[in-house]
């Protein structure tokens, strides 16, 4: 699998993109400015390109940019994307003194990154802190949910190399809604017990 990380120079990014090469799939660290890719991706073992030029040729775009620039940073590489897959991981917080919120608005930034690409978009891993991926597969299962099946079980296929435990199947790109809110319960338990929660769902064969 050939997978390119948009804004893989941030914590998320590169962390996700360290686990990926590790598990010997095929990297382009992306960034808008080539020269910090490259270095970026020097530091783990892949490939660094500017954004337009990382999501050309591979199977699945993770999009992967700090979350207020999520659509933007969609809607000016959709050419260059293409009908390839993307998996958005991307969660609106709002950070106050009584903790992190969710956002207010009604709809995913994934249902609203597919409204701006040709291609299908998926969304998943949102109960893997950066930290939790930081030095290895973060504890925990992963949750990814998407309306196309192909796309879909590409993003499990990355899932499952980046987490200790399983990668499943949460539904239709609707159940994003949810699971954006999870990246803010997650930050709130990190807060709360001064820890790296991660999700682990039971009761499932
Ligand atoms: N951090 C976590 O624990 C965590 C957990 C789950 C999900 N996520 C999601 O993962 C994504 C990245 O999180 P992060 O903490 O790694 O974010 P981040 O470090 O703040 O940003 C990631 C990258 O986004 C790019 N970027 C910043 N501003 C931009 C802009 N205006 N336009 C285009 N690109 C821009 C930067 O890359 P260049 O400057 O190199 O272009 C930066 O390295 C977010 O959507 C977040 O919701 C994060």
């Not at 783990?44 to 940019?65: F, H, M, S, T």
Request: with cysteine; glycine share 12%.
């Amino acid at each position: 699998m050939k997978v390119a990380v948009v804004g893989g120079t941030g914590d998320f990014g590169l962390a996700l993109a360290e686990r990926l090469v590790e598990a010997g799939v095929d990297v382009v660290v992306g960034s808008r400015d080539a020269a910090r890719a490259a270095e970026k991706a020097e530091t783990i073992g892949a490939r660094g390109a500017a954004n337009e030029d990382a999501v050309r040729g591979v199977d699945l775009v993770v999009l992967a940019v700090k979350s207020d620039a999520a659509l933007p940073t969609a809607e000016g590489l959709a050419g260059a994307i293409g009908d390839t897959p993307v998996l958005s991981v991307a969660s609106e917080l709002r950070f106050t003194k009584q903790g992190v919120f969710p956002t207010d608005e009604a709809r995913s930034i994934a249902e609203r990154t597919q409204e701006l690409l040709h291609g299908p978009v998926c969304a998943g891993l949102h109960s893997l802190a950066a930290a939790s991926l930081a030095h290895g597969p973060a504890e925990g299962d992963a949750l990814v949910c998407g309306d196309d099946a192909d796309a879909k079980a590409l993003a499990l296929e990355l899932a499952a190399r980046v987490v200790t435990g399983r990668a499943l199947d949460a539904g239709p790109l609707a159940s994003a809604r949810a699971l954006e809110g999870v990246t803010a319960v997650i930050v709130n338990l990190n807060k709360r017990y001064k820890g790296h929660a991660g999700l682990h769902v039971t009761g499932l064969p």
